[in-house]
């Protein structure tokens, strides 16, 4: 049954994701004395060409990542063939933001300087230098409004009134594109690496030596929509370049039943602030290497307009929660869970056959590049 890829807290998804590695590839750790949550990985296959599938990055969007990790293994992983997995090496590293996960935040706590850090806004940031920390100005007009007391009803208002003032003015979009300057504020993306941070780059070095290019695709939730009456879940590949651009091409001609969103903004550099897969194409791409990188996001969204309006409300909800009370709120966590996790059964079954389409593709298309 599609339900018993899912799982309820962290220890469960680690547990059944070492149990259905065993015999299938290589299980390797990454490890950080005092950090509870350690990263498993396995690698298949033997091929100098890494395709690595990632999952919880964002610990909010739950256990899809790994219910898709634990399926591929299940359904898939015994019928790779040996063509395919001489010339690749296929890679699932299994959640990156345990804490988040087993808290139920997207974000990861930043006990030393404060804050909540999002993990997708914290990578191959230059911390060192902090006067030249990357700005979004855009992002402070929001800030205060996002923060204030909960309201369901005058501050849904207040915040749709914004998006519709804001929707071509690039303020609304920009809420998301990572922010350094509020600790507490939606999207933050730190003030130093975190450990998460480190140890997912170090799995990463790890693999890439001697690797002659890299496919790495990030499993998340929440793009897209989710059409409850139809039973509808939606899928999209996330590039973080145009649509003519080479990254974007290769993952175009690779998937025929994933929708590719290209980001057209991205020509002169990358839309995104601090993000994974724009960390990895700058930290190993190379002439001679290259670097494939895109998100893979389930559709979340009941109503396609006020989705992103409730996703950003229950975020800033939390916040205030956590600023004026210490905790959450049940109900705010509540929305801000079913937001991007829902619990619909036909959303996670629907979830799931999306990854399948994805994975299926996508291995006999590098089956058939092997065999040329
Ligand atoms: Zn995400």
């Not at 003030?191 to 496919?215: F, R, V, W």
Request: charge should be neutral.
């Amino acid at each position: 049954m599609f339900q018993d890829y899912y799982s309820e807290n962290w220890y469960q998804a680690t547990d059944k994701f070492i149990k259905n590695a065993q015999g299938r590839g290589v299980l390797r750790w990454c490890v950080v004395s005092g950090h509870e949550y350690d990263i498993p990985y396995l690698t298949i296959g033997n091929g100098e060409n890494l395709v690595v599938i990632n999952s919880g990055v964002h610990g909010i969007e739950g256990y899809f990542g790994s219910a898709a990790q634990n399926m591929f293994l299940d359904k898939m992983a015994d019928n790779l063939p040996t063509k395919l997995l001489d010339e690749y090496k296929i890679v699932l590293v299994h959640v990156i933001n345990g804490w988040g996960m087993q808290n139920r935040m997207r974000e990861v706590m930043d006990k030393t300087h404060g804050g909540l850090v999002d993990l997708n806004r914290n990578f191959g940031v230059d911390f060192d230098n902090k006067s030249a920390l990357p700005q979004n100005p855009k992002y402070d007009l929001a800030h205060d409004l996002l923060l204030s007391r909960p309201d369901k009803i005058k501050k849904k208002n207040q915040i749709k009134e914004f998006r519709q003032k804001h929707l071509r003015d690039g303020v609304w979009s920009a809420i998301s594109y990572g922010q350094y300057k509020h600790p507490y504020g939606l999207f933050y993306g730190g003030m130093a690496p975190m450990t998460e941070n480190k140890m997912a780059l170090s799995i990463y070095d790890n693999l890439m030596c001697g690797a002659k290019s890299l496919t790495s695709i990030g499993l998340h939730t929440g793009l897209g929509r989710f059409n409850r009456k139809r039973a509808y879940v939606s899928s999209h590949l996330l590039v973080s370049h145009p649509k003519q651009h080479e990254n974007t091409r290769y993952f175009s001609d690779m998937l025929r039943g994933t929708e590719i969103v290209s980001d057209e903004l991205a020509v002169n550099g990358p839309t995104l602030l601090g993000d994974l897969v724009d960390c990895l194409e700058a930290r190993y791409a190379t002439p001679k290497l290259p670097v494939y990188t895109a998100d893979f996001e389930i559709g979340t969204g009941e109503f396609p307009i006020m989705s992103p309006i409730y996703k950003r409300m229950d975020m800033g909800d939390a916040r205030y929660d956590l600023i004026n009370h210490g905790k959450i709120n049940p109900q705010t966590w509540a929305n801000l869970t079913e937001s991007w996790y829902p619990s619909d059964v036909r959303w996670r079954a629907g979830a799931l056959e999306r990854a399948h389409i994805l994975f299926k593709e996508m291995f006999e298309e590098l089956t058939k590049k092997a065999q040329r």
